[in-house]
């Protein structure tokens, strides 16, 4: 992940152990997601893939097949970052496409109008991408190749920490059986 911003400060979280609150509304936004239009893949990137003990955010890759009308996805996007802002940390969404070309993130805003906190290049348009490619680029090996794949299948490419095996992916693949037991024909 290439970061341009020059201010980037770490956050304080407002709690003592942010990483299990994180983790859980990243299951949340994967419970939810995963149903959205158009969504292919979501993979957990950043540092909260990583052992990092206070990470500043919840890092989450969205592989789409087109991203015309992000809407139902900038509202599941929303509810993250709602739920990471609540313990002073954040959330970002980043959008690529089934070729891992990346995108950018899901706007932060509900409505879409002219603002001077908004960096997206294009964002009058009402879609909720937010193509500030002038301040955040995702390398296209990562795009390709996240460290651990949360939907359709888990799959992990690097050594996992406890917390969100336990936590997290535990729960998806429980998840993913479930689904699997209630399609026709399974079993």
């Known amino acids: 992940m290439a970061r341009t911003r020059p201010h980037d400060h770490q956050p304080r979280p407002s709690v003592a152990d942010p990483r299990s609150i994180l983790l859980a509304a990243a299951l949340d936004f994967v419970r939810e997601a995963r149903t959205c239009p158009n969504v292919l893949r979501i993979a957990l990137v950043g540092s909260l893939s990583t052992a990092k003990p206070i990470p500043k955010d919840v890092d989450v890759l969205v592989t789409l097949t087109d991203h015309d009308d992000l809407a ?18 954040g959330a970002d969404i980043f959008l690529c496409d089934a070729e891992g070309r990346y995108l950018g993130r899901v706007c932060r805003y509900r409505e879409c109008h002219p603002r001077m906190a908004c960096d997206g290049l294009r964002c009058a348009t009402g879609g909720r991408l937010n193509d ?25 490419r690097v050594a996992v920490p406890d917390d969100v095996e336990r ?21």
Do not use: K, M
């Open 72 to 89: 139902a996805l900038a509202q599941v996007a929303r509810r993250l970052r709602g739920r990471a802002n609540a313990i002073n940390l």
């Open 132 to 156: 500030d490619l002038h301040l955040v680029t995702l390398d296209r090996a990562l795009t390709l190749a996240p460290p651990i794949d949360l939907w359709p299948r888990v799959e992990r």
């Open 167 to 187: 936590l997290l992916l535990s729960a998806l693949e429980q998840d993913l059986v479930a689904i699997s037991a209630d399609r026709p024909g399974a079993g």
